[in-house]
Every structure is written in C-alpha cells, then in structure tokens.
C-alpha cells in the first residue's frame, strides 16, 4: 500500500512536468527556473542540516568497538575497527563510507528444529548497495561532461569505461544496468523480505521510485526518444555559466527528466537521504575509542548531588566502628558505654 | 505466569510480522515480559519526580497531568545535549540490517523488538513533533501522535532493550539504538516511570553505596565469610583490609560478586590473588565499603543518574590517598567507566591528578590504556601479571572444566575488551573451545538480562532473550563436552545460570578469577582436596 502511494506520487511528478513542460511549453520554467531552485534548496538544505547536527555536542566518547582494544604492547590491537588514533578513525570511516564495511558483516538468523539457531552469511544487501551507491556516482560524474567545456579527461575516461561493452548505436552504459537492476533489488527486497516490509515507510519507498524515474527516463531519452544533445548542453552549459537559455529542440522527456531529478535534491535534505551526510557524523564510528586514555570535555557538564562520603559515615559511624572499621570521625561516646 | 518449557518457546517464535501497520497495533503489556513498577520510595530516595503507585497493567498509568509537555520539552533538551540523538532520529534508512540482530527479537519475534522499529517508537514522534514534514504529512512521513499508548509503547519495549549495541555493530552508520533506548528511558524517568529492578538498587547503592544495601559491616562480615572459606580449603586466611587510608589501590567491583553464587566464587578469586600480591610483593589493596559498587544502576536510569551514582569511586580515591583504581569484573560498570567516567566526574573531582598514572608495581608495566582514568581492569592488570610469569598457577586443577567464554556485551562493544579475558582462561585452564564466530567477540550476544531486566518476574523475556547466546553455548556443549561458560560480567553471573539450566543443562558459569583463585598456588598453602566450590578436584574425587 505504502509502495503504491508512493509510485503514485512519482507518477504524478511525471505528470506534472509532462503537463507543464510538455503540453504547457513552459521550458524557461522547467528547463532553468526549477534547476535553479533545487539546487539552491539542496545546497542550503544540505549545509542547514549539517549545521544543525553539529550544533549539539558530543558529550560522551561512545565508539562501537569493533575488535581488540589498544591494550597491553603483546595484544594485537585491531587499529581499523578499534582505532585509538585519528589516523585509525580516517581508516575506520574510510571503509566505512567506501566500502560500507558494516554492512559487510550482516548476517541472517535461521531457526532450526532442535531447537537450534543458525546465522548465516547475507551479504546481497551489501553488495546491491554498493552497486547501487557506486552506478549512482558514476552516472553523476559522467553527467559532468554536459556542465564542463572542455570535457575534463577524468570525464570522458569515465564515459569510455562506462561505455565499454559498446552495445547498440548509443553505446550502452554498464551503469544504466547496473543501478535499474539494484533498485530493482532493494525495491523488491523491501517488498518481499517480511521484516523489512513491516519496518517500511513512504519514505523509503517514495526514493526509490523517484530515482528508479529518473534513471528511466534518463535512459529513455538516451535510447529511445531522442533528444538533441547538442541542445542539451547548450541548456546545462548556460545554466553553470549563469546565463541560462532554453534552446528549440529539447523533448519533452527531458523536462520530465530534470524535474525528477529536481524533486530529488528539494527533497534530499528533508528526508532519510541525509544519511549521506549523516554517516561522517555518527559519534559510534567517528570517534577514537581513547577515552580511559584521554580525558574529554562535556561542554555541558553540571554538578549533581550526590551522597557524600560523610553523610554516609555520619549514618553508619556506629556499625563502621563496631565492625572495626576505619572513621573519619570517631564516635561521641565508645560504643560500650552507649549501652 | 509460568515460563513456558523450552521446546514450547522455542516453538512459538515466528519472525513474521503481521499484516497490519505497526502503528496500529495497539501495546499489549504480557506478564513475564516487563518488570514491576518502581516502588515510589525508592524514586523518592534520590528524588526523582512524580513517584507513586502505579501498575503496567492498569489503563490508567496515573501521568502527571502536564506529561506531554513534560515528554516534549525532554525530547527538545535532549537534541540539543547529543548530536548522536539527532543524528540517529534522522539517518535511519530503515534498511532491516540491524533488524534480526537483537536477542530479544530473535528469541520473541516481537516485531517492535526490531531495533530499527525500537527506535522508530521514539523516531515517529519526533518526526510528528519536530519536523516540517512530519506536521503536514503525518503518517505518511511516518510520524504519528503522542498518546498515553505511546507512552506505554515506549515503556514496555524500552524496558525489554539490554543496551547491548549488536544492532549498532551491523548498522551502516553505526546508529546505536541502546543509545536511543537509554534517552528513552531517561524520557520515561521524567514522568516517574521506571522499573523497580532499577529504581531499588539506585536508591541502594546512594545511600549504602550498593545495589543490594549491603550495609558496612554486613559487607565487611560477608567478606570475612569467604576468608573463612578460603582458609578452609587452603590454609591460608587472607586478611582484607577496607576504607584504608594510604593502600597502593583501591579494588571496586560489582557487589553482585559479594552477594549471590556463581560471583562470589570470583570474589574468593580476588581475595585470594590480592593476598598472593600482598605476600609476595607487598602490594596493599584496600575494598571501600563506601564505594561498594561498581556496577552502576543509574546507567539504565539516566546520564545524571549514571554520574550522581559514579562520583563515589573517585571520592573515596581521593579520600583514602590510593595511587590508582583497580575495577573487578563487571560489565555496564566497565563501559560507563570506559566511556563516561572521566568526563562525567570533572567537575566533582576536579582532573585526576590526585592518582598516578597507574602502573603495575609488580611487573612495571604502565598501563598506557587507562592513562587518563586512572582505573585499570583486574582482568588486563592479571593478564599482564601472568605474561610476566608473577603468578604460580597450576593449571591442572581446573582439568573438570571444558571452558568456553562469554564476552560480555558491554566490556566488547564499548570497549574492545576481546584477548585479555581468553589469555586467562587459556593460561588457567587446559581445554578452552570458542563458541560460533557469528556469537563472540563483537558479535556477542547479551546474556538477556542486562541494563536492569533481571528481575524475576519478567523470566520469559529473559529465556527469550538469553535463547542465542544458550543456542550458541549449546552447541559447543555438544560439540566438544563444554561443561562450563567464563564471563566477565556480575549481572552475566546473575542470569546465565538460570538461562543454561534453562536451554542447556550441564554448563555452570563463572567469572575468570574463580579459575585464577583455582589455579593460583598460595605460599605455605596447604594440598587442596577441593576447588572454591566445595567441589573435589580432578583426581581428588574418591579421597
Ligand atoms: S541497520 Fe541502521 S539504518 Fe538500517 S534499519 Fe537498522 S538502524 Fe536503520
Ligand atoms: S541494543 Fe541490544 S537489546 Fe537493544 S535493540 Fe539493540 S540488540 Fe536489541
């Protein structure tokens, strides 16, 4: 049901920019006003959210450890999982953010008769999401070569690396596959993994269709409805250059192109897609677990109340004394002649 | 209520969820799964607000009248206190990695004991309450009213988290929902809704400086017990000393050890190996009756419950002129000293300078990893005094145990605690197998009564909770004879044995000085015919 609405609402969008673009001409609009607006909301979204996050403290070194402690100098500390430097941070969200190293370790829980548990290795959600993150890259930098004049080398390698295969008249991206076949995945993944389907909001649904458009769209107007790339270019260069002009023959589909992809950065800093820059800022990976080592700063930090040493000798003076232990004070009569 | 037999629970987990929405199915409180109310003295006794009678059963949980604003503005301070709060409410990509991570999950199938729908209870109000989105869209952005059913939502599943972090190891970003279960729960406290399991040994160890009100001379006098008893199977009779003013260290450990089997065998341990020292090193270590504790209740209750009950160690550090800490085997007490004890006490203490460095007296070796704490973990200080070969053990009077070894969750999640524990065992023991890779070291799962959920009444929750780590046990059992499960942790000495009875008879536990205190040779000790348990030793058995 959530799915449905949720392609519904991107059917929508499609709609809109079909209408409004399409039927409605209104290309200066679609084509420059709408880009112009997203990406100024992205940006800002985006710095606002990340401010925002930063603003409150870290009050307690709270490192999820992930392997041996530095410890005694004959035990092998795991420096990656465990860091206890910033170096060892660097590497920990290193593999963290490049290779989604956490991921890496998912297990699933099987119930056998016996009774018996068994954890088994599922590492399908790892790897459709690294392909998943990794085509989505490549796409965006390859996008470039329509913002840059000249195209920068690193560009175009990529195109011809992307393009290899060299299938059809345009050369068929691998990453065109690639990322249709791992939103496919993590679409049906949500859709048939019971666990994941009951945790499943709008909001995770919504995103994946949103981008499962834009690739399709992208795709489409590259293989099938053609567009006038040269026209094309002629629109993004105007508008990185600031001089933005809607030049005649770009179709339709490539409104409704740019308007998804629009939706897509207005809504990114609203929504779960912070992750991206939420994942730097977790205080379970970002932090050295040095904290017996270290002494840090609660900027916050208040005095409590607290039971005092003497408040509790005060109550137990008697018994301390003939228990024979130790007082600060001694008693005000000997406990033999209180009798 | 009773427990359901093992087969019977084992048979009714079904990991489906049902069909309807989370949000519309309503909190069901089961007898077996949730603790008792906190007895309102006791919330009193550290004055914690709005304590009166009330029962979970009950439709009307008695709120204070102004609860939602109570609730609100809690939320309001606590994302301006800690950016992980933030963070987590709004990075989740509901993903499901974390979610058969959690033993309770795992062993109830409860849907809302999925980590991510744990957090998701919290994550969906703050969603209705502060964000845009949330306020216009509503359940479509996945947010939804704060109702008194919220609030019992909360308190039920918040209360059946251990705080235990697995779900944290798989989680992508590292979003730690025993993090947000602990700012749960200090939401809760806010509207005088604890368990009493928590709330009665706060109050305890305030005032008597122990979770169990032991009082100092009737902690002294079970000390002295365990003296007799070691003198009975050794000869020897160590002669603790306590709150003395100028010993080398002061020795905190949890008082579960003091109190209940199997820890008191570790504790026999302790007075053994400090008697050894003593002897053969003049080391002096005095016990505080004043810091009586080192597990820490207010961990489970709040951040400023957690520091009001902590500052105790470093006073009396202070007050009794020691050079350093020595902290026994225990589990939340390690992480909160690990993560927040330095940073908590500053302004109580002042920085640390009052202790040195600590550094062991016997072996020189400085322990480089607690340079800023000055507290050092009995398990590392006596890893480090075997490795240097200051100990005389004889291994062979633990050849009846066939070990295996629980990392308890706290000390291997939040610190990284994984080498020490297992070179002692193997250098104490001569059969030590490691259970599944999947089930220790990081991996670990939690004993299914930790971070306050011992209590009795809720055994259920505590047999489904403890099913994978028992699984794991199980298997190790079977596969090579394993008659007995080492840990590092009091409350893991508190549950364990009731969940091995329970899933796999035939496995006892203990903490790794019981095996120390085994092993270790006393000078002009006499020949032992039993190990601390009273039990004969190999060999001894027809004498
Ligand atoms: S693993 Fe992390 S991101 Fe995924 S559902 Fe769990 S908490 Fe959310
Ligand atoms: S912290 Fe532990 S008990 Fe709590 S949700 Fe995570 S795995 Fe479950």
């Known amino acids: 049901m959530k799915a449905i609405y949720s392609l519904f609402l991107v059917f929508a969008l499609v709609l809109v920019a079909l209408l409004g673009a399409g039927a409605g001409g209104m290309h200066y609009l679609f084509g420059v006003i709408i880009p112009y607006v997203a990406v100024v909301l992205f940006v800002v979204g985006f710095v606002l959210r990340v401010i925002r996050w930063g603003k409150s403290p870290v009050p307690f070194r709270i490192p999820t450890t992930c392997g041996q402690e530095f410890s005694l100098p004959w035990i092998k500390q795991n420096k990656i999982d465990n860091p206890s430097t910033t170096w060892g941070v660097i590497l920990r969200m290193f593999f963290e953010v490049v290779l989604f190293r956490s991921l890496f370790r998912n297990t699933k829980v099987e119930l056998h008769d016996g009774p018996k548990l068994a954890y088994a290795s599922n590492k399908w959600l790892w790897l459709f999401a690294l392909l998943f993150h990794y085509s989505f890259l490549t796409i965006f930098l390859r996008h470039m070569r329509f913002f840059t004049e000249p195209v920068p080398g690193f560009f175009q390698m990529l195109d011809s690396i992307d393009g290899m295969l060299q299938i059809g008249a345009p050369t068929l991206y691998l990453t065109d596959v690639v990322i249709v076949v791992a939103v496919t995945y993590l679409f049906m993944r949500r859709v048939v993994n019971p666990q994941v389907r009951y945790v499943s909001l709008p909001a995770d649904y919504f995103p994946l269709f949103l981008i499962l458009g834009i690739v399709l769209s992208g795709i489409f107007m590259r293989y099938f409805i053609k567009t006038d790339i040269v026209a094309v270019k002629e629109l993004t260069m ?10 005649e ?7 409704i192109h740019v308007f998804l992809v629009s939706v897509l950065l207005i809504y990114f800093p609203l929504s779960k897609l912070m992750h991206m820059g939420g994942v730097f800022l977790s205080p379970t990976r970002n932090l050295a677990n040095n904290s017996r080592m270290k002494t840090h700063v609660n900027p916050w930090n208040y005095p409590v109340k607290i039971h005092t040493y003497e408040a509790y000798e005060d109550e137990f003076r008697e018994r301390m004394v003939e228990a024979g232990l130790p007082v600060e004070k001694p008693l005000e009569q000997p406990v033999e002649n209180k009798e | 209520m009773a427990t359901p037999k ?48 009330w029962n ?31 963070v987590f409410m709004d990075i989740c990509v509901r993903c499901g990695a974390c979610a058969d991570k959690c033993h309770y999950f795992i062993g109830s199938g409860d849907p809302k004991n999925m980590p991510v729908l744990r957090a998701e209870l919290l994550r969906s109000i703050y969603r209705g309450e502060f964000t845009k989105a949330g306020k216009i869209l509503g359940r479509f952005a996945g947010a939804r009213k704060l109702t008194p059913e919220v609030i019992k939502e909360w308190w039920y599943y918040f209360f059946q988290c ?12 590292g979003i730690d929902t025993a993090e947000i279960t602990i700012l749960g729960r200090e939401l809760l406290n806010l509207l005088g809704l604890n368990i009493d399991w928590i709330a009665t040994p706060v109050a305890n160890c305030y005032r008597t400086g122990n979770h169990l009100g032991i009082q100092p001379h009737a902690f002294k006098d079970m000390i002295d017990f365990f003296c007799d008893d070691i003198e009975e199977i050794t000869g020897i009779r160590p002669e603790p000393s306590f709150n003395k003013k100028g010993a080398d260290i002061l020795f905190i450990t949890p008082s579960g050890d003091v109190f209940a089997d199997p820890g008191t065998y570790t504790c026999m341990g302790y007075l053994m190996l400090f008697h050894y020292l003593k002897e053969e090193y003049g080391l002096e270590v005095t016990w505080s009756t004043y810091a009586s504790e080192g597990g820490n209740f207010g961990f489970f209750t709040s951040h400023e419950m957690m520091k009001r009950l902590n500052a105790k160690m470093y006073l009396e550090a202070k007050r009794l002129g020691v050079k350093w800490i020595l902290g026994g085997e225990c589990g939340h007490m390690w992480r909160v000293i690990h993560q927040y004890m330095a940073t908590m006490q500053q302004d109580m203490v002042g920085d640390l300078d009052f202790l040195e460095e600590p550094v062991s007296p016997i072996t020189g070796t400085k322990f480089e990893n ?25 291994k062979s009077r633990n050849d009846n145990l066939i070990m295996t070894f629980h990392d308890s969750c706290n000390p291997s999640r939040g610190m990284g605690f994984h080498e020490e524990p297992r070179y002692i065992i193997k250098n104490t023991c001569n059969h030590f197998y490691d259970m599944p890779e999947n089930t220790i070291r990081e991996q670990t799962f939690c004993c299914g009564g930790g971070a306050g959920l011992n209590a009795g009444e809720n055994e259920e929750l505590r ?41 796999v008879p035939g496995v006892q536990v203990t903490g790794l000085h019981e095996l120390v205190g085994n092993a270790l040779v006393l000078p002009g000790e006499q020949e032992r015919e039993t190990n601390l348990r009273g039990e004969p030793l190999p060999g001894k058995e027809d004498i």
């Open chain 2, 463 to 503: 047999m489904m909770g403890g099913l994978p780590r028992a699984n794991a046990v199980k298997y190790v059992h079977e596969k090579y004879g394993v008659n007995m499960l080492g840990c590092i942790c009091a409350i893991d000495r508190a549950v364990l044995p009731n969940s091995m009875n329970y899933w």
């Open chain 2, 370 to 394: 607690a340079k800023a704490t000055k507290m050092v973990h009995i398990v590392e200080f006596t890893a480090d005094l075997i490795k240097h070969g200051k100990l005389k053990l004889d």
């Open chain 2, 6 to 53: 093992p087969q019977e629970l084992f048979a009714s987990i079904n990991h489906r969820p049902p069909k309807k929405d989370w949000m519309d199915v309503p909190v069901e409180i089961k007898p077996g799964r949730y603790c008792y109310a906190a007895n309102p003295k006791s919330l009193e006794a550290v004055g914690m607000p709005h304590a009166r009678q």
């Open chain 2, 162 to 173: 251990s705080e235990c972090r697995r779900c944290s190891v798989f989680c992508p970003y």
């Open chain 2, 56 to 86: 979970p059963l009950d439709d009307d949980w008695k709120l204070p009248e102004n609860w939602k604003e109570i609730i609100i503005q809690g939320i309001r301070e606590r994302l301006e206190k800690f950016r992980s709060f933030k």
């Open chain 1, 238 to 247: 105007g508008l990185v250059t600031f001089n933005p002009k809607v030049p």
């Open chain 1, 249 to 255: 023959g770009v179709g339709t589909i490539f409104y």
